[in-house]
Every structure is written in structure tokens, then in C-alpha cells.
């Protein structure tokens, strides 16, 4: 009992401690280290403007602490996972896209067209688009 309960408390501390990835691009973003134009950020995650927008707002959303992708994705992440769509609300409100509507996007592995491995949410809108379904 004592055993599993030091066990839990010492992966809890590895995954709050748990470094930046120094060759993610996204990680040196949310550290200050790479140049983005944020236009949000809190505890668990960083917002900021796509550099090759494809509608009129296009922003990335990523967790602060580095995961790969979905697949990657551990219980304890779940805050920041959710954090992912409450800023996307907030943000979506501050560039006055929240009545139009907006898109929500999280490309996972290659088949997923991910390019940046580092799990992030595109929020896309300012535009009608056409469905993704045809
Ligand atoms: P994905 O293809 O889903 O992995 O999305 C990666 C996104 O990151 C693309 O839309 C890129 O345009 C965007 N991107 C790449 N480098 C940067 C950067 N330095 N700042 C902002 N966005 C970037
Ligand atoms: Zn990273």
C-alpha cells in the first residue's frame, strides 16, 4: 500500500519535472527560447499564431510540458488536455470568432499529417470552410 503510494508519488514528480525536449521547436516556444507571436498562455498551455495561416485566425494550442502527440498522452496529462480546449474558447471569444465558429484540429501521426511532434491544437476560423468530411 505504502509502496504503490511512493511509487504513484515519485511518477507524479517525473512527469511534473520531466525537461523540455531541447530539440522541439514548440517546447523552445513555450520557453521563451523561440520567436512566436503568443497570444496566450497559463500553467499548462501556450498559444500562438501559426506562421502559415490558412484562414484568418490560425493558432496552435500546446500543452507547456512536451508530449509527442496523441498516442503519447498519459491520465496525468488530462488537465492540460482539456486546458487545450478551454484556452481555445477564450481565444476564439478575444479574436471574435466564438459566433461565427471555428475549427478544431489535432493531426496525429503521419497518416494524421502531423509535421510537428509536439502535440499541439489548431484553432481555425474567420472563414466559412468547407467540411472536412466532403
Ligand atoms: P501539423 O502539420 O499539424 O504538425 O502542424 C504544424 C503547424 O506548425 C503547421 O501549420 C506549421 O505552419 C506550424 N509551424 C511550424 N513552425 C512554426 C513556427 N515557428 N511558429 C508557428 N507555427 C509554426
Ligand atoms: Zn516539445
Redesign the pocket.
Known amino acids: 500500500m505504502v509502496r504503490a503510494y511512493l511509487i504513484h508519488l515519485a511518477s507524479r514528480l517525473f512527469h511534473i519535472l520531466k525537461p523540455m525536449n531541447p530539440t522541439c521547436?514548440f517546447c523552445k516556444?513555450v520557453a521563451g527560447e523561440?520567436?512566436?507571436s503568443i497570444v496566450y498562455q497559463d500553467d499548462l498551455v501556450t498559444a500562438?499564431?501559426?506562421?502559415?495561416p490558412?484562414a484568418p485566425t490560425?493558432i496552435?494550442i500546446v500543452p507547456n510540458r512536451h508530449i509527442e502527440s496523441v498516442n503519447q498522452a498519459e491520465a496525468a496529462d488530462a488537465s492540460a488536455l482539456g486546458s487545450l480546449f478551454l484556452a481555445a474558447q477564450k481565444i476564439a471569444l478575444a479574436e471574435n470568432i466564438h459566433q461565427g465558429g471555428y475549427r478544431l484540429?489535432v493531426?496525429t501521426g503521419p497518416h494524421g499529417?502531423?509535421?510537428?511532434f509536439h502535440l499541439?491544437m489548431?484553432l481555425i476560423g474567420g472563414q466559412r470552410m468547407k467540411h472536412p468530411m466532403g
Do not use: E, P
Not at 500562438?48 to 502559415?52: A, M
Not at 499529417?113 to 510537428?116: D, P, R
Open positions: 521547436l516556444i523561440a520567436k512566436a500562438f499564431r501559426d506562421i502559415h490558412v490560425h496552435l484540429i493531426n499529417g502531423q509535421t510537428i499541439h489548431h
